[in-house]
């Protein structure tokens, strides 16, 4: 484990929340995700299901946690179940939990060999006066999931085994209760914050004409990794000169030219938490007039987006809002005028060929995070704030983003440090 132990209090507490959201006769279950394999023998890394993680901080592949409330033995109303161990595992994969380090981390008293889990499951299913069976799926609104998971396998296997129960979905209490960040989360956000500043810093003293985009991808690794990161939140975006203009560009394989601009999209994870950072700088250190001048608009209305935050707005008007506020700094750029916006298509507006996505989406366990975006903000959630301006015409694209706390007042910019103004931006670089 590359991050600091977190404290079972955390899990503890989340676990008890999730308790009171239950309908009474009740049980849950949740699983880890699966190693996914990639060629031959050859498997990805693995990457803990972000609900088990909330509920357990076990971060450990075929993991099952159930809670039974009501069961009659209180020693089995909460129970984890871990892979056992053995030589060969220990020589070929390296140290698995075991039961008393596993009571340790996740405060879960009772811990298991998963070998013994269909036999206690039934247990609690045919014993335990269980009415309502909670199982987990991912239901994010931008999810398309073309795999079946772990979670679906056990979904289908249960049904099938017990098909009188009531089955309930997890999904919408989950993204309730992650939406809202504990100060314990939010101190381990600011941590893949602070390391992602740390490789901003690292990148600013780098980048010159010729560097090509994918050795500028290998110094942000560098940072991430010396300082306890497993690597990025994300597929790092290092756009320069017109691919700038493309939102989810990944190839990372140009040289980087004199006078071009160039947008870094690049977040670190810390202990399965993320950030999402996007700057836009120039390579040979000094922003041309015109690339100053879309920087600065972008930068006015992200401090603007940023003041309408707080409790109780609801996105889509929130998101509204600042593409008027857009389409006025486009106007500002000579890229339409007033008249023309007078005169646009109603289901076509001008500013969408500048300004084509979400400013803002909620951040923690996932970087999309999960939470329903009709829903009004509150206090202790996490969003990005992430304009932009996109001139493919002039191959220059700018996004400025940064993650803040909703708070009863304002906003916490967790990203309070990492350098932002053009001014600041051209100092570092020529240092």
């Known amino acids: ?42 498997t990805m890394r693995f990457r803990q299901n972000s609900d088990l993680f909330y509920l357990t901080g076990v971060d450990q592949e075929e993991t099952i946690l159930v809670l039974c409330p009501g069961f009659p033995d209180k020693k089995f109303r909460e129970v984890l179940f871990l892979r056992e161990t053995n030589e060969q595992i220990a020589t070929w994969e390296g140290h698995k939990l075991t039961k008393e380090e596993a009571r340790k981390a996740t405060g879960v ?42 979670e679906m396998r056990f979904v289908k296997s249960c049904q099938q085994k017990y098909p009188l129960h009531k089955y309930e979905r997890l999904a919408p209490i989950m993204h309730g209760l992650r939406s809202v960040k504990s100060d314990a989360e939010i101190d381990l956000l600011q941590r893949a914050c602070d390391i992602t500043e740390q490789g901003f810093r690292r990148v600013l003293k780098f980048v010159k004409p010729g560097v090509k985009e994918y050795e500028i991808e290998a110094e942000w690794a560098h940072e991430f990794l010396r300082n306890g990161s ?70 006015r209305v992200q401090r603007e987006a940023m003041k309408i935050l707080a409790p109780g707005v609801k996105y889509y008007d929130y998101h509204k809002e600042v593409q008027k506020i857009t389409e006025s700094e486009l106007i500002g750029l000579k890229l339409f005028d007033k008249k023309d ?91």
């Open 341 to 431: 916006v007078k005169n646009q298509p109603a289901d076509r507006p001008l500013f969408a060929k500048y300004f084509m996505h979400g400013t803002s989406h909620q951040l923690g366990l996932d970087v999309h995070d999960v939470g329903n975006m009709y829903h009004a903000m509150q206090v202790g959630q996490v969003w990005t704030v992430e304009p932009g301006i996109y001139i493919r015409e002039e191959g220059l694209g700018i996004r400025i983003e940064n993650n803040v706390v909703i708070q009863k007042r304002g906003v916490l910019d967790l990203m309070k440090n990492i350098p932002i103004e053009v001014e600041e931006i051209e100092d570092l670089m020529n240092a």
């Open 1 to 42: 484990m590359r991050y600091k132990s977190i404290g079972k209090e955390l899990f503890v507490a989340n676990r008890k929340r999730l308790l009171k959201e239950l309908k009474s006769h009740s049980v849950v279950v949740v699983n880890a995700n699966d190693i996914n394999p990639t060629n031959s023998d050859g």
């Open 230 to 299: 497993r690597g990025f939140a994300y597929e790092p975006i290092i756009a320069s000169g017109a691919n700038s203009c493309v939102l989810h560009y990944i190839e990372n394989d140009k040289p980087c030219q004199d006078g071009d601009i160039l947008l870094l999209d690049v977040g670190a994870e810390y202990a399965n938490y993320n950030a999402d950072l996007t700057r836009a700088i120039p390579v040979n250190g000094k922003f041309t007039k015109r690339q100053k001048e879309v920087y600065k608009a972008v930068l």
């Open 109 to 150: 008293e009772t811990v298991q060999w998963i070998s013994e889990f269909p036999r206690l499951f039934h247990t609690m299913m045919v014993m335990g006066d269980v009415e309502h069976v909670y199982l987990n799926t991912n239901d994010h609104y931008r999810a398309d999931v073309a795999i079946e998971t772990r």
